[in-house]
Nanobody, 127 residues
Framework: QVQLVESGGGLVQAGGSLRLSCAAS????????LGWFRQAPGKEREFVAV???????????AYTASVKGRFTISRDNAKNTVYLQMNSLKPEDTAVYYC?????????????????WGQGTQVTVSS
């Protein structure tokens, strides 16, 4: 059974940093896209970032506009883990963050492209 387990969330002041981790088990995702989404209170879940696999060690990434230059997605295939380094955090980044795994190498920003989801980890940024 596939499981995705997020960790690393918490409370941080504006301008601070957090690093989220998502460990996958039950399947190797080294050849598939892995993404992060978030859901703020009262809002729909939205895409944050994706890291794809393009063959060998080649990977491509994409980010939603509001986090470009502040967030970095990366992966460690040996650990079957994806990370989200979040710097210069803002109160509007407050949300539950979910990692997701796709069934293909080139998933994008829509939820339907992802087959597996974690339970989420809370990130709260105080002003």
């Amino acid at each position: 059974q596939v499981q995705l387990v997020e960790s690393g969330g918490g409370l941080v002041q504006a301008g601070g940093s957090l690093r989220l981790s998502c460990a996958a088990s039950g399947r190797t995702f080294s050849s598939y896209a892995l993404g992060w989404f978030r859901q703020a209170p009262g809002k729909e879940r939205e895409f944050v970032a994706v890291i794809r696999w393009s063959g060998g060690s080649t990977r491509s990434t994409a980010y939603t506009a509001s986090v470009k230059g502040r967030f970095t997605i990366s992966r460690d295939n040996a650990k079957n883990t994806v990370y989200l380094q979040m710097n210069s955090l803002k109160p509007e980044d407050t949300a539950v963050y979910y990692c997701a795994a796709a069934g293909t190498a080139i998933a994008g920003s829509t939820e339907r492209e992802y087959d597996y989801w974690g339970q989420g980890t809370q990130v709260t940024v105080s002003s």
